[in-house]
């Protein structure tokens, strides 16, 4: 089975510019959380998806959105990037029996100049 | 709030060592806890869990015991290997998939 898709996995934009991030979750699982982690640093919660309705948000500005589809899939969006948004973004999937365990994709690298 | 807070890196030991990596929370509530393990050019992963107080997660030889008195939940082996360099994270959960990290501990085993 495939397990957590993200795409693109490499990306470089300019300041003010507008990036939008995909991922695809494991098969059966209908909770997505994106995550945002800064080099040296550990991962810091941004959103929580599950069923299309949002369950969680993190300290992270109003340029920052994100959204589910009907197929789990989901899209997080950065508008007017700055460069301190450059960071690894993850993207993690569960099936929310509140086992706790998160599968997490491998990220997409975003590089703002 | 609930943070995270474990022992800075790098840790570097020899093949064979004992690693204790520490974590301490600070949390409302009872969170479950968590270690992952992110290798080189690989994804973060879960390798150990525990939901209750006195609960011990273990995993490859990987051991965690939640305690709630001193709010720490450790991470132990008693033999390291090369394969476990990585970067290892403490991690709670206050709510459904809102998982807090703390900020990395990266190890290198030398044979």
């Known amino acids: 089975d495939a397990g957590v898709t993200q795409s693109p996995t490499h990306l470089i934009k300019t300041r003010g510019q507008h990036v939008t991030l995909r991922c695809s979750p494991i098969?059966?699982?209908?909770?997505v959380s994106w995550y945002q982690q800064v080099l040296g640093q550990g991962p810091q919660f941004i959103f929580q998806?599950?069923?299309?309705?949002?369950?969680g948000r993190g300290n992270f500005p109003d340029r920052f959105s994100a959204r589910q589809f009907p197929n789990y899939s989901s899209e997080l969006n950065v508008n007017a990037l700055l460069l301190g948004d450059s960071a690894l973004y993850l993207c993690?999937?569960?099936?929310?029996?509140?086992?706790?365990?998160?599968?997490f994709g491998e990220g997409s690298r975003l590089t703002v100049l | 709030g609930n943070s995270v807070t474990q022992m800075e890196g790098p840790v570097t030991l020899s093949e064979e060592a004992f690693l204790t990596i520490n974590c301490t929370y600070t949390a409302t509530g009872y969170p479950s806890l968590f270690w992952y393990v992110q290798y080189p050019g690989e994804g973060l992963q879960l390798l150990l869990k525990?939901?209750?107080?006195?609960d011990k997660g273990s995993n490859k030889g990987f051991e965690a015991t939640y305690r709630k008195e001193t709010t720490s939940f450790h991470l132990e082996k008693g033999s390291v290997q090369v394969s476990d360099s990585a970067v290892y994270f403490c991690?709670?959960?206050?709510?459904?998939?809102?998982?807090?990290f703390g900020p990395g501990t990266s190890l290198s085993v030398i044979p």
């Open positions: 991690a709670l959960e206050t709510s459904y998939d809102k998982v807090i």
């Open positions: 098969s059966g699982h209908k909770s």
């Open positions: 525990a939901t209750k107080a006195d």
């Open positions: 993690a999937s569960s099936d929310q029996r509140g086992l706790g365990e998160l599968f």
């Open positions: 998806y599950y069923e299309k309705e949002e369950r």
